[in-house]
């Protein structure tokens, strides 16, 4: 028996140090292949759930030193898109885009579908988005599983079809989604707010704040937050509310994690101000938010911007401003209406 260090080490050491190194070996491979799991699904709940887009931009690039395995290399990729589009840094995310609708169109995964979705709306590239559409009631007929990715992106095409000017076909795709999506809390709750939203751009404003009411906002992730506040504004400036509608878009603001969801505060602020007649502070948002380093869609609120350049008179700085519609926002249903302006002017020229 050994009672001290020094009798241990010699004659035990090297096989202790076997033992050990066997271990390793054998044990390694399995915690690793654990380990990366658990730290890539910290990192996308501290982006989705939380929208620390930077630091999260900064952890990916550290994970990607680390020896990991191709489907977590693959999870990375699509994550890395997705903090771009945050970021404001829309011709990478299109980029990212581009290889993850490849890769979906190649071997059916709907979660890189949805990524690139996601980023093509987010960059007014609203019919490639559309691309990804399919007739749903052939899909449940046939039998095919619907997963909540591929739900999803069927979801997330609503905002395709009401930024491209087609109201009515946004409406009509949410009803259809509605019972699909009731068992999942993260579609469920954003149901209410894509529905007000649609009612508060079609002059239903009293049944927009109605359908919010049904929003729990602990299923909505921290990142979309100030899009909830979004859609109360709205619903209150088609009430004729402004100084209500003022607050809540200020307090959207306050929320926003996302490039994007800055920008289209300033619009919407500048929507109100015009509407409530402070002409003066609704062109200086206007153009804020037109220096924006996100320049995705908003060919709405620019059309806007333009129809208020319009009736002061500043006729040349409304054209200037319809043509950024058709150079920032082309593919919307407010770069269709602009376009149609602006071959009447130049013809009644």
């Not at 806007?304 to 593919?331: F, I, M, N, T």
């Amino acid at each position: 028996m050994y009672t001290d260090a020094t009798s241990f080490l010699p004659e035990e050491l090297p096989r202790f140090a076997l033992e050990l190194l066997v271990s390793l070996v054998l044990v390694f491979p399995w915690f690793w292949a654990r380990a990366q799991g658990a730290l890539v699904r910290g990192v996308f709940v501290l982006h989705y759930r939380w929208g620390m887009a930077r630091a999260v931009f900064w952890l990916v690039r550290g994970l990607e030193i680390l020896p990991l395995s191709e489907p977590i290399r693959s999870h990375l990729r699509r994550l890395r898109t997705s903090i771009h589009e945050s970021l404001g840094k829309t011709e990478v995310a299109v980029a990212g885009a581009r290889e993850l609708a490849a890769h979906a169109r190649a071997d059916g995964c709907w979660s890189c579908a949805n990524g690139a979705v996601n980023a093509f709306i987010n960059a007014g590239l609203y019919e490639e988005a559309l691309r990804f559409d399919e007739p749903l009631e052939a899909v449940l007929k046939e039998g095919r599983f619907l997963d909540a990715s591929r739900l999803l992106v069927h979801f997330n095409l609503v905002e395709a079809d009401y930024n491209l000017g087609d109201w009515d076909a946004a409406r009509q795709r949410l009803e259809r989604m509605k019972d699909l999506v009731r068992s999942d809390p993260l579609m469920w709750n954003f149901f209410p707010i894509q529905h007000a939203w649609i009612l508060a751009h079609t002059g239903r404003g009293e049944e927009a704040l109605g359908a919010l009411d049904a929003v729990d906002v602990r299923h909505v992730p921290r990142p979309y937050w100030s899009e909830l506040h979004y859609t109360r504004a709205a619903a209150l400036l088609a009430l004729d509310r402004y100084e209500d509608a003022r607050r809540e878009a200020e307090l959207g603001m306050d929320a926003a994690r996302r490039a994007s969801s800055h920008r289209n505060g300033l619009f919407l602020r500048g929507r109100i101000a015009l509407a409530a007649g402070h002409t003066e502070e609704a062109l200086r948002l206007f153009e804020e938010g037109a220096n924006h380093r996100y320049k995705g869609q908003g060919g709405d609120a620019l059309r806007v911007w333009a129809e208020g350049l319009e009736r002061l008179g500043r006729r040349e700085e409304a054209r200037a401003v319809w043509r950024l519609v058709l150079e920032r926002d082309p593919q919307s249903g407010a770069a269709r209406d602009v376009a149609s302006r602006l071959h009447s002017s130049s013809s009644a020229a």
